[in-house]
C-alpha cells in the first residue's frame, strides 16, 4: 500500500485495489469455489424478502488455494499496512455465493457490530478484504458501503430476519450524513474495509452470478474472551504470491467448516 493509500483508509474506511489478483489466478479461484466441497458445506440465511445468501465459512487457513490466496505476501502486507503493527492472524474466510436471480441482501451493518459479540476488544486491529471472484456491479448486488462511518460508534446489532443489522435509527441518521458508494468489482480486484464501516448489499436480481471471498484478519494481540477458535490469534504462515499458481487446484476440505447453527451462536458471519 502506498502512503495515500493508507491515508484514504484512514479518512473513508475503506480502499480498493484494483487486479490484484491475475485472471489465471481468479480462473483457478473460481473453479475450487465451485467445487463440490465448498458448494456442500455451504449454509442459507435468508434475508428479509426469503432470498437466499449463500456462505460457506471456515476459519483455517491452509494450504488449499483459497489458504495460499489469504496467506499470500501482498495480500498479508496490504493488511499489514492498513491495521498496523502486530502479527497478523486469519480469522475466518467465507464464499460467497449470490446466485442469478435468487441472490439474497444484506442489511446494513458493522462487521465489528459481530464480532464483539466475540469479545474483541480492537476494532482497529481487524479488517476484511473481499475478492471479487466474479463481476460485481449494481446489478448483481455489488457491496455498499457510507463514507467514512467507520468513524462513528459501533452501533448495537441485533437481529433482522436471520441476518444481524445495526440499529435501524442510528442507520437512518447514518444515510442521512454520508456518501453511498457502490463498490463495484472487476474478478481480480479487492476491496479492504474497515470493521466499524457500515455496509449491506443488494439481492442479486440478475442474470449473473455474483461470488466473492472475504476473509478477516486480526492482530494476534486483540485476543477475543468469547471465541474459542484459535485462529484469529494465530499468526499467518505468509506464502510467496506464486504459490496459488505453482501449487495448482487445491480443493477447501476443512474440518472447521462452519455450520448455520453455530454461526446463530458464535455471533460470526
Ligand atoms: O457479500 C455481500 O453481499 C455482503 C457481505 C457482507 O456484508 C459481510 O460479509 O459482512
Known amino acids: 500500500m502506498t502512503e495515500d493509500e493508507i491515508e484514504s483508509y ?23 469455489a465451485t467445487d463440490d466441497t465448498v458448494t456442500k458445506n455451504s449454509f442459507d440465511l435468508n434475508d428479509q424478502d426469503g432470498k437466499k445468501t449463500k456462505l460457506t465459512l471456515w476459519f483455517t487457513a491452509g494450504d488449499d488455494s483459497f489458504g495460499l490466496m489469504s496467506r499470500c505476501k501482498r495480500l498479508v502486507e496490504s493488511v499489514q499496512d492498513l491495521v498496523g503493527p502486530g502479527e497478523v492472524c486469519h480469522f475466518h474466510s467465507k464464499i460467497m455465493q449470490k446466485q442469478p436471480k435468487v ?5 446494513w451493518h458493522q462487521d465489528y457490530g459481530y464480532w464483539y459479540k466475540n ?4 476494532p482497529e ?3 476484511s478484504v473481499m475478492l471479487a471472484l466474479t463481476e460485481a456491479n449494481r446489478e448483481n448486488g455489488c457491496l455498499q458501503v457510507l463514507k467514512a462511518t467507520h ?3 459501533r452501533f448495537e446489532h441485533n437481529f433482522i430476519g436471520e441476518q444481524q443489522g445495526a440499529d435501524p435509527d442510528f442507520v437512518k441518521e447514518a444515510v442521512k450524513t454520508s456518501e453511498l458508494i457502490y463498490c463495484e468489482l472487476k474478478p481480480g480486484d479487492v476491496l479492504f474495509f474497515h470493521p466499524n464501516l457500515l ?3 443488494e439481492a442479486n436480481l440478475s ?24 485462529s484469529c490469534i494465530t499468526p499467518v504462515r505468509v506464502v510467496p504470491d506464486e504459490a496459488i499458481l505453482e501449487s495448482g487446484k487445491k480443493e477447501v476440505t476443512k474440518a472447521d467448516f462452519l455450520k448455520k447453527e453455530a454461526e446463530i451462536t458464535l455471533n460470526v458471519k
Open 207 to 230: 442474470e449473473n452470478a455474483r461470488w466473492s471471498v472475504i476473509s478477516a484478519y486480526n492482530l494476534s494481540y486483540n485476543i477475543p474472551f468469547r471465541e474459542k477458535n484459535l
Open 10 to 32: 484512514k479518512k473513508d474506511g475503506y480502499i480498493i485495489k484494483r487486479q490484484l489478483f491475475s485472471k489465471e489466478e481468479i480462473d483457478l479461484l473460481y473453479e475450487v
Open 199 to 201: 455496509h449491506r448489499s
Open 151 to 153: 468513524k462513528m460508534q
Open 103 to 107: 441472490g439474497g441482501a444484506w442489511e
Open 119 to 122: 469479545g474483541f476488544l480492537y
Open 125 to 127: 486491529a481487524m479488517i
